[in-house]
Structures are given as C-alpha cells and as structure tokens.
C-alpha cells in the first residue's frame, strides 16, 4: 500500500460529495483513463458562489481523496476564491501526498478550473483568476 | 464498509511471496546460532556449513531433476535471471550479439536484455497473443545467424499463462542457441523438469514455493561459459562471490524437498479454489473478465481485469476487508505505468487499470475464496458507482 496519511485514507473510505449534478451550471474533465486517473467535476453556481459540487473519479486512492477534498474546499466558496484552489493547497489539506502521487491534486485542481471555465463560458462572463494558467507544479511536497 | 475491524484476514497474494512452512524454518534455525561458520572455512566449523549448502543442493537439484553441480545459488530470483541473460550473453559474445525474449518477461530478464542492447547487443522482443501465449514458430523464425541467447519464462506471475517451453525448446536446440527460461513463478508449483523442457539454464526463487526470501538459484547446464555479476571470491565455483546466506539456502533446499512430495497435493488442493474464482467472480461482477489463459495456467493463480474502476483503489478497498491481492495497474507500480504484459496481450491501457490478481496457498481455503466472493462485488460496485467511465457507460447502454 502507498503511504497514505490518515487524512487521504478518511477521504477515500468516506468520499464527500459522490456523484453527477444533472443540471449543473459547469462540467470539467481531467485526466484520462489510459494514464489511470480521470476526473469531472460538476458545480452549481448561485449568487456567484459555489452552491453544490459533485465529482466523479476513475482511479487510485489519491485521486478519489483529492477529488473529494478539493469539492470540500470548493463549496460555498465564490468563484473567485475557488480558483484560488492549487494543488500545493491541495495536497497540503490532506496533510501530504506520497511523491507519485502528486499529480493526483494537479488533477483535481484542474478539474475543478474547468468547471468554473465552462461556466463562465456558457455565462459569457470572465472571472478573476481563470484567465491565468493554472499552476502547472509538479514538485511533490516531502511527506 | 467502514473502517472496523476485518471479519477474516486472507492473504491471497502469494506471488508477491508466502510465508515460510514450519518445517522449513526449523530446518533453518539451527544455522543462525549453532552452525554459524564460513562454509569456505577450513575448519569444522565450515565443514558442516558446507555440507548444509551441498545437500540443500541436491534437493533443489531434485526439484528440477537437474544435477547439483548444475545449481548456483543466488539471492532472488531477479539476481538469477539477471546472472543468466547478462552472464550467458557476454560468455557468448564471440559467437554473435543477438537476445531474444518475449515481450511478457519479468523486468530482471527485460531490463537486463535492455542494458545489453545499450551495450552493443541486438535484441528481439517475440510478441505473445491475446492469452499471452509465446508462439514457438515465432521463436524460431527470430533465431539469426548471430543469436546467442534465448530466453522465455516458464509461466508468467501475473496472468498466469504457462508457455509451451519444451516446444520452443526443441526449435532452439535445432538452431544450436543457449536456451533460459524465468521459472521463479512456477517452480515448486508444477512439476519442473530442466530435460523435458530443453533449456540450458533456469531461474527459480524458494520464496515461490514456501521457502525464505534470500535464497534463489540459476540452475546451469554443465560446461556453459558464464560470466559473473560481481567479482569476489570462489563461492559457487566463482560464478557468484560472496559469503553464502546458509540459514536462507538451508531453507531453500528444505522447501524444495518438501515441493517434490508435496506439489501433486497441493495442485489438487489449490486449482478447485482458484476454479472457484475464475468462475465466481465473473458470476458475481459484470464486465469482468479473465486474463491469461483459461487452463494452460499456473494452478494456483486467478487473474481478472474488472473494467471502468482502477486496481489501487480496489486493493485498498479490499486491504480494508482484510483481503491481501496485487494489481498491475499503473497507479499500483512506482513508475505509474499499466502492466506491460498485459499490455502486451492487447488489453486497452484503461481496461489494464482495473487489473486484479489473486495468487492461492497451501494456507487458503474454501471459505477465504466465499469470503473473497462476498467482499469484492459490492468494493467494485461502490468505485464504479463513483466512475466517470461507467457512468458514460451505463448512459450510452441507455441510449
């Protein structure tokens, strides 16, 4: 078994907020099957703050943990702030990654960024923060 | 499934290693504290460590109807494999440059045939089919002018499959190549014979077959140049230097003396319960199917490929059930990539993700297997009930 913190185990066994929004108001997807980790995020979105967000993940432990602790820190949070959402802030919520697994929360970040994306794009709106590219930061935190 | 306390511990992963039978560590107890000496050592003390290292190889010679000056003994069978490619390929190497292995080897005979191509080697990779199957004619139509060296596994550890050795045997010997074959993975687990199956050299590892990790052999037809890993001193005739682990070689020999009487035995005891769930899980799960090939397979071995969930995250489902497997999928291996085998078999990387792979011993039971049979259904329908895959699935089966 990889070194998973107590934290990463918490969120695998009891994955927070499972499942697909029929009509949400954003979708994003991450990743791919053949490298062993996708993900899609779904928001919805009221008063420009994250009301509800869903995921759904093919793949390792670390990837159903980040995807449910980056849909924890994204609810109720404004747009704005959710971008804000990295995968150093990631990985660090769950008290560390093992090193090769430390693109699980790239992942889960970007998924999370598309969503926003297609939101804003479906809005023809633009939000702060989603123009910049999103941290691309592959360096693993020593756990 | 919360996170109590597991009903049952099964360990079902005894390819990744097994526990050592009682008989075999008592027989290697005594070598730690009372029989300590240096077996190179001119002096009582040496002689009876040397005399425990000589008959341990009589009975791993026994094991594989080989002789016991034929027996070198190694430290794992990685080291094995590793001293038979690169040893037998530069012992050869004024006779030609040109390898041969099938593209399903462990990655001690892969990479090994690798880093001889980096030093000047040509190397040839025989593809195998869908069941991972080396077909001996492909064999023989690699053979060149210049192939030194042929080497094929008996059966392969993750799915299963056992190759037919002694027809590709035939067709080396015909073409006059050097002929070694992988058989850490069944050795001690079927019948082994070097003879029947016409290699020139054969890689086992006692911690297959009940004996201790440490101890290993590369079994060498007589006569055959090799050249040594390591430099050092004249243990196993000079071939593999270094003070011999005696307490882990005495075990090997005892583990492969009780393989010889006891495998038909345990043949019978483990391919009703790995029968069981070659059968049982495809009836339990849907989209679930069988990797390696249906009978030419080791017979304690099951191999699945469950598709639209990843292997890491069943095999920590399952740990929490207290069930213990292996996967081949890429999130499960340190270099994240899927099983180059089955890979190599045609399976789709993603459908390669969800592989899954349980390994049977003497210490399984009919009611390990019920338990595995209750257990997993309900792990696979919760990770597929979060899968993007099988959610894109079920939608499209809608229409």
């Given at each position: 078994?990889?070194?998973?913190?107590?934290?990463?185990?918490?969120?695998?066994?009891?994955?927070?907020?499972?499942?697909?929004?029929?009509?949400?108001?954003?979708?994003?997807?991450?990743?791919?099957?053949v490298?062993?980790?996708?993900?899609?995020?779904?928001?919805?979105?009221?008063?420009?703050?994250?009301?509800?967000?869903?995921?759904?993940?093919?793949?390792?432990?670390?990837?159903?943990?980040?995807?449910?602790?980056?849909?924890?820190?994204?609810?109720?949070?404004?747009?704005?702030?959710?971008?804000?959402?990295?995968?150093?802030?990631?990985?660090?919520?769950?008290?560390?990654?093992?090193?090769?697994?430390?693109?699980?929360?790239?992942?889960?970040?970007?998924?999370?960024?598309?969503?926003?994306?297609?939101?804003?794009?479906?809005?023809?709106?633009?939000?702060?923060?989603?123009?910049?590219?999103?941290?691309?930061?592959?360096?693993?935190?020593?756990? | 499934?919360?996170?109590?306390?597991?009903?049952?511990?099964?360990?079902?992963?005894?390819?990744?290693?097994?526990?050592?039978?009682?008989?075999?560590?008592?027989?290697?107890?005594?070598?730690?504290?009372?029989?300590?000496?240096?077996?190179?050592?001119?002096?009582?003390?040496?002689?009876?460590?040397?005399?425990?290292?000589?008959?341990?190889?009589?009975?791993?010679?026994?094991?594989?109807?080989?002789?016991?000056?034929?027996?070198?003994?190694?430290?794992?069978?990685?080291?094995?494999?590793?001293?038979?490619?690169?040893?037998?390929?530069?012992?050869?190497?004024?006779?030609?440059?040109?390898?041969?292995?099938?593209?399903i080897?462990?990655?001690?005979?892969?990479?090994?045939?690798?880093?001889?191509?980096?030093?000047?080697?040509?190397?040839?990779?025989?593809?195998v089919d869908k069941y991972g199957?080396?077909?001996?004619?492909?064999?023989?139509?690699?053979?060149?002018?210049?192939?030194?060296?042929?080497?094929?596994?008996?059966?392969?550890?993750e799915v299963?499959?056992?190759?037919?050795?002694?027809?590709?045997?035939?067709?080396?010997?015909?073409?006059?190549?050097?002929?070694?074959?992988?058989?850490?993975?069944?050795?001690?687990?079927?019948?082994?014979?070097?003879?029947?199956?016409?290699?020139?050299?054969?890689?086992?590892?006692?911690?297959?077959?009940?004996?201790?990790?440490?101890?290993?052999?590369?079994?060498?037809?007589?006569?055959?140049?090799?050249?040594?890993?390591?430099?050092?001193?004249?243990?196993?005739?000079?071939?593999?230097?270094?003070?011999?682990?005696?307490?882990?070689?005495?075990?090997?020999?005892?583990?492969?003396?009780?393989?010889?009487?006891?495998?038909?035995?345990?043949?019978?005891?483990?391919?009703?319960?790995?029968?069981?769930?070659?059968?049982?899980?495809?009836?339990?799960?849907?989209?679930?199917f069988l990797t390696g090939?249906?009978?030419?397979?080791?017979?304690?071995?099951?191999s699945f490929c469950?598709e639209?969930?990843?292997?890491?995250?069943?095999?920590?489902?399952?740990?929490?059930?207290?069930?213990?497997?292996?996967?081949g999928s890429?999130?499960?291996?340190?270099?994240?990539?899927a099983s180059h085998v089955l890979i190599a078999m045609g399976i789709p990387h993603e459908i390669a993700q969800g592989s899954?792979?349980?390994?049977?011993?003497?210490?399984?039971?009919?009611?390990?297997?019920?338990?595995?049979?209750?257990?997993?259904?309900?792990?696979?329908?919760?990770?597929?009930?979060?899968?993007?895959?099988?959610?894109?699935?079920?939608?499209?089966?809608?229409?």
């Open positions: 078994m990889p070194m998973y913190s107590e934290k990463v185990m918490d969120h695998f066994m009891n994955p927070r907020n499972v499942g697909e929004i029929e009509d949400a108001d954003g979708i994003g997807e991450e990743g791919n099957p490298c062993g980790d996708m993900m899609t995020f779904y928001i919805k979105v009221k008063d420009n703050r994250l009301e509800d967000v869903k995921f759904q993940t093919f793949g390792c432990g670390a990837a159903v943990a980040v995807s449910s602790i980056v849909s924890e820190m994204a609810k109720g949070k404004t747009l704005e702030e959710a971008l804000t959402i990295t995968p150093s802030l990631v990985a660090h919520e769950l008290e560390g990654l093992p090193k090769n697994k430390y693109h699980c929360s790239n992942l889960g970040a970007q998924a999370l960024r598309k969503a926003i994306r297609d939101y804003a794009q479906k809005r023809g709106i633009t939000i702060k923060g989603l123009e910049m590219k999103g941290e691309q930061d592959e360096e693993g935190e020593e756990s | 499934m919360g996170n109590a306390k597991p009903e049952r511990k099964v360990y079902v992963d005894y390819i990744a290693t097994n526990p050592v039978l009682p008989a075999v560590l008592e027989a290697m107890l005594p070598y730690f504290q009372d029989v300590y000496g240096n077996p190179q050592s001119l002096h009582a003390w040496g002689d009876v460590a040397r005399e425990a290292i000589e008959k341990a190889r009589e009975q791993v010679a026994a094991l594989i109807s080989g002789n016991p000056e034929e027996v070198i003994f190694t430290s794992s069978g990685s080291e094995a494999n590793n001293l038979a490619i690169k040893g037998l390929a530069q012992g050869q190497a004024g006779k030609g440059k040109h390898i041969i292995v099938s593209a080897e462990h990655f001690s005979v892969l990479h090994a045939a690798r880093t001889l191509e980096k030093a000047g080697f040509e190397l040839t990779v025989v593809p199957l080396v077909d001996p004619d492909e064999v023989a139509k690699s053979i060149r002018k210049d192939t030194i060296l042929v080497s094929i596994m008996h059966a392969n550890g299963g499959t056992i190759e037919p050795i002694a027809e590709i045997g035939k067709k080396v010997k015909e073409a006059g190549v050097l002929f070694h074959t992988d058989a850490v993975a069944s050795t001690g687990n079927i019948p082994v014979n070097v003879n029947e199956l016409g290699v020139d050299a054969l890689s086992l590892a006692g911690n297959q077959f009940y004996g201790p990790k440490g101890a290993a052999a590369l079994w060498l037809r007589k006569r055959l140049r090799l050249i040594p890993l390591m430099d050092g001193g004249v243990q196993e005739g000079g071939r593999r230097p270094g003070t011999e682990n005696v307490p882990a070689i005495v075990g090997l020999g005892k583990a492969a003396e009780l393989a010889v009487r006891d495998i038909p035995s345990r043949m019978e005891k483990l391919s009703p319960l790995r029968d069981k769930l070659i059968k049982g899980i495809p009836m339990a799960i849907e989209h679930v090939h249906p009978s030419q397979r080791l017979p304690h071995h099951a469950i639209f969930i990843e292997g890491e995250a069943m095999l920590l489902l399952l740990n929490s059930q207290g069930i213990a497997v292996s996967s890429a999130c499960t291996s340190r270099a994240l990539k899954l792979l349980f390994s049977l011993g003497v210490d399984n039971n009919e009611a390990d297997i019920d338990y595995v049979l209750k257990k997993l259904p309900p792990i696979v329908d919760r990770l597929r009930q979060m899968s993007p895959l099988y959610a894109k699935f079920m939608k499209e089966k809608r229409g």
